[in-house]
């Protein structure tokens, strides 16, 4: 695709109308890649032919390795100690045009490619009525899905009705319990000591659970596991403001702009894979020159407070939004699923997960039911800004709504079919059969079988 070149969405060229001037004016490389010959049309067909030539030299690269394992190797030695980065080596000595304002150089080093390396981790994993989820440790926020799950487990789901008020009041208000944890817990726990086990024990739900009410909540307000006192991020006093040309703020609303994918993958081996994969927007860092793509920008979601587990530290890992999920029945894999979506992902896949497994529809049904999310707490995007109260919701069945503002929560109406993008793929080991579903909404996601 990228050298014999593919059709561009119309949201890649309503972005690229937007950043046009930045990239003519103070990313090169960018305009290069993208402007060559001037800002292209919705459907024109695209090629980065740099991206290509690096793919190419890769494959190259690991030709004369041998086996498919050493190929790999050899591919990772030209990425972060090779040709790759030295190209991101030289690219973030040069000072450019950040969000400040002001132009600035990168902070990777080639160094700090050479010393990276992926590793293999346990998941952290929660029961829920015969299911077991699994999710990424704390440097994501895979976590807070877990405790959503033990703050609703003692509930009878099924009987508040489904998407009724009752439902999606309590669901709501559990979420922001768990998400206040998340802003004043979760970091790196390479370099923060997180107190994971009691923040996902049934014991800490219980204590937490009594603040649920009937009514919205509209304060921030994390736990004490262990008896630890809660540290909440201090922000700075000026930040970028929301739709600024980095885009970094693009995920701080319920419509997905086009970067974070999740693709879900189940075999006849009983293989299960969840991944959700996202880095650097065409708008947000400029394009490293001869590469043909840019870095990521997670960095945004650290914080300065020198206390906090989530501050900024060299070779620590921001505590990200990526968060893909696994289920087992039985002690057996049995679901894969995850969506594009920021803070809205665990907030997405849960109300996916709570329709299949409490109320019984099928994965297809699960991903199309109507969506609904708050904004309530703090965004993980820059500049963090967040909603107290405030519930996205898609349209709902008569009086639902109006039950909920009655209630205090501050109702967003989003357009039909406007939140979420699930995948999900799902093996039946009684059968046999492997089953897949994915959302029609933004008529991106498919599922196939072969």
């Given amino acids: 695709y990228a050298e014999s070149g593919y059709p561009l969405l119309p949201r890649i060229t309503d972005t690229l109308v937007m950043v046009e001037p930045l990239f003519r004016e103070h990313w090169p490389s960018s305009a290069a890649v993208y402007l060559g010959g001037g800002v292209p049309r919705p459907g024109q067909r695209f090629h980065n032919r740099d991206l290509a030539a690096t793919y190419r030299r890769l494959l190259r690269d690991t030709a004369p390795a041998g086996g498919r394992e050493e190929q790999i ?32 150089p990168g902070l990777l ?3 700090d490619l050479a010393a990276f390396q992926a590793r293999r981790e346990d998941p952290v994993t929660a029961d829920f009525r015969g299911w077991t989820v699994a999710k990424c440790g704390p440097w994501s926020q895979g976590p807070v899905f877990l405790q959503q799950l033990q703050l609703l487990a003692p509930y009878d789901l099924a009987s508040t009705g489904f998407l009724s008020a009752d439902h ?22 390479d370099f923060a000591s997180v107190p994971l086990a009691d923040l996902l024990s049934s014991r800490y739900a219980d204590e937490r659970r009594p603040l649920v009410g009937d009514r919205a909540s509209l304060a921030l307000t994390p736990g004490r596991p262990a008896g630890l006192e809660p540290r909440l991020p201090r922000r700075e006093a000026r930040a970028v403001t929301e739709g600024h040309w980095t885009g970094a703020g693009s995920q701080s609303l319920g419509a997905v702009r086009g970067d974070t994918v999740h693709v879900a993958v189940a075999d006849r081996h009983g293989n299960l894979v969840a ?9 947000s860092s400029p394009v490293i020159p001869g590469l043909g ?8 979601m650290f914080n300065l407070d020198p206390e906090h587990p989530n501050h900024l530290e060299g070779g ?11 289920a087992l029945r039985d002690g057996e894999p049995c679901l894969a699923f995850g969506t594009p979506g920021g803070d809205q992902q665990d907030q997405w896949t849960l109300e996916f997960f709570l329709t299949h497994a409490v109320f019984g529809q099928d994965l297809q049904a699960s991903i199309d039911a109507p969506m609904f999310h708050t904004t309530h707490f703090p965004s993980s995007f820059a500049p963090h800004d967040s909603h107290p109260g405030r519930l996205h919701s898609e349209p709902m069945e008569p009086g639902v709504l109006d039950e909920l503002r009655r209630r205090g929560h501050d109702v967003f109406e989003a357009d039909r079919s406007s939140l979420g993008r699930i995948c999900a793929v799902g093996i039946d080991h009684a059968t046999g059969i492997l089953s897949a579903a994915a959302s029609a909404r933004g008529a991106q996601a498919y599922a196939a079988g072969r």
């Fill in 275 to 283: 991944c959700t994969p996202s880095g650097g927007w065409l708008q």
């Fill in 293 to 300: 793509f840019c870095l990521g920008t997670r960095a945004q």
């Fill in 168 to 189: 999606i009041h309590l669901v709501t208000e559990c979420a922001k319990l768990a998400f206040a944890d998340r802003e004043a817990w979760y970091g790196d726990p």
């Fill in 316 to 326: 620590k890992r921001p505590r990200t939004t990526l968060s893909p999920s696994l």
């Fill in 73 to 104: 190797d050899a591919a990772l030695r030209s990425f972060y100690s090779g040709f790759v980065a030295e190209a991101v080596d030289l690219h973030c000595r040069h000072e450019l045009m950040d969000s400040s304002g002001v132009a600035h």
């Fill in 109 to 111: 080093t080639a160094v």
